[in-house]
């Protein structure tokens, strides 16, 4: 192992990635269109007019991909599946030649010992569905459980570990508040429906991948530690609410089974109009890991006078930053870790890291290696200070679309020429390979990456 503390057998190392961000190929085999289609392709809205047409082009390259995780020696891969190539409007029967390549990409990664870690919405929602009103719809929940439950029958036996919805507060904030994301809605009122419809399509997608499947599951939140900008009162109260829209807000339903306090100011209409009896019980049925996804802490202060948000964003000064210009600040992951099992206790799954990596383009990173060894000395930290953790997935293996990004920020352990396709790993690619080496097998062999 690199100049790393030890993580104990069983321990698993991964990579990450989203269908959107690599596939391309978006209008082969019956692929319907996403949101992220519709946005992409909208004037102005992705820096230098990019779009994931072509992405990767995983789609047609996945087996040299696979081979390339296999390469590298992670025991697992953490990838989405397209909503619109199973169901190309979101709803009605099965788009076979959709369903067929996430299954022959399941039994590729079989086939080379890898576990697959399948996320079913990674923010491509149908453009069908969008029409209808999206997530603001309740409709849209039972949608999603169908497509869950037509995922879990066909992959479900292969499957080791299942996330719901990746980064349901993101796509809230970045897609239906601020605008930035598709479907690129600025909604500044009446927010609960789309909050609440997303956890209800987790809740009853725990409820139909335990019908077809005996894998865990779980679903992938964005957890930032808040800093209150300073101790006066309006800062320390904007924090409060910050920490409580981005941290709490798509957890505490799920483990509490209640929203957390003060989520009343999402709505101007009666919440009773929008949570109907019993729809708590399902979004807060057993989920048996959390997913974490982490890049750095949230400096937060109060808004500006006349502002619509009621807390303002600032820029943390004094660390290393990313090429995205995000601090790096490592011990942020221990105690968002830590945090979490403060506020959660006993109700607290063990947790798998989903996500934890930086936008770096060289191909000599010793900046990201750096990085990478940084949250995993965090976790470590967390672990020692008895938080149960069981995996770690980096994102990601590839340069890909990095969203209202483009192309313009490189997450990869591989460089993508995104002219010529030519994947090179850069010198992470090989140091993490050395990582997933010295990564102990569990005393009993069990290849559940839970268990
Ligand atoms: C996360 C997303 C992932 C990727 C990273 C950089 O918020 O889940 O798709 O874009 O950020």
Redesign the pocket.
């Known amino acids: 192992m690199p100049d790393l503390p030890q993580f104990p057998p069983g321990f698993r190392f991964g990579v990450s990635t ?1 269908a959107y ?1 690599i596939e391309g190929a978006v209008a082969e085999d019956g692929r319907g269109a996403s949101i992220w289609d519709t946005f992409a392709h909208a004037p102005g809205r992705i820096r230098g007019g990019d779009t994931g047409d072509v992405a990767c082009e995983h789609y047609h390259r996945w087996e040299s991909d696979l081979d390339l995780i296999a390469r590298l020696g992670a025991g697992a891969y953490r990838f989405s599946v397209a909503w619109p190539r199973i169901q190309p409007t979101g709803s009605g029967p099965v788009n076979a030649a959709g369903l067929d390549f996430y299954d022959r990409l399941v039994d590729g990664l079989a086939a080379r010992g890898i576990d697959p870690l399948v996320t079913l919405f ?1 923010w491509d929602l149908p453009q069908a569905l969008q029409d209808e009103g999206g997530w603001n719809n309740r409709d849209t929940a039972m949608r999603f459980a169908e497509y869950a439950e037509l995922v879990g029958e066909r992959l479900g036996d292969r499957v080791k570990l299942w996330i719901t919805l ?2 349901p507060y ?1 796509h809230f904030a970045l897609g239906h508040v601020q605008g930035v994301h598709a479907p690129g809605l600025n909604m500044l009122t009446d927010q609960l429906p789309v909050v609440h419809h997303l956890l209800l399509a987790h809740g009853l997608a725990v409820s139909a991948l335990r019908r077809t499947s005996s894998a865990p599951v779980t679903l992938a939140n ?1 957890y930032s530690p808040v800093w209150p900008a300073s101790a006066s009162d309006e800062d320390q109260m904007a924090a409060a609410v910050y920490d409580m829209v981005q941290n709490h807000l798509f957890t505490d339903p799920i483990l509490f089974g209640a929203y957390p306090p003060g989520y009343e100011f999402l709505t101007t209409a009666d919440v009773d109009s929008i949570i109907m009896e019993g729809d708590l019980e399902v979004i807060s049925q057993p989920i048996q890991a959390l997913g974490v ?1 982490y ?1 750095n802490p949230s400096l937060i202060a109060a808004p500006p006078p006349g502002d619509l948000l009621p807390f303002a964003r600032l820029p943390i000064e004094g660390y290393p930053q990313t090429a995205f210009d995000w601090p790096v600040v490592p011990d942020g992951l221990r105690q968002l870790l830590t945090g979490l099992k403060e506020r959660y206790g006993d109700k607290l799954p063990p947790i798998w890291i989903t ?1 934890s990596g930086c936008s770096w383009p060289d191909i000599d990173d010793q900046f990201r290696i750096d990085y990478i060894a940084g949250d995993l000395r965090a976790v470590r930290d967390a672990m020692d200070a008895g938080v149960e953790v069981h995996g770690y997935c980096t ?1 990601s293996l590839l340069d890909n679309f ?2 209202a990004e483009g192309y313009h920020q490189r ?1 990869g352990l591989v460089h993508v020429d995104f002219d010529t396709q030519e994947r090179t790993p850069r010198r992470s690619f090989e140091w993490y390979g050395q990582v997933c080496a010295a990564a102990a097998p569990s005393p009993d062999g069990h290849p559940d990456p839970t268990g």
Do not use: P, S
């Open positions: 989203a961000q990674h990746n980064e993101i964005n996804n890049y996500e994102w990095e969203w997450f």
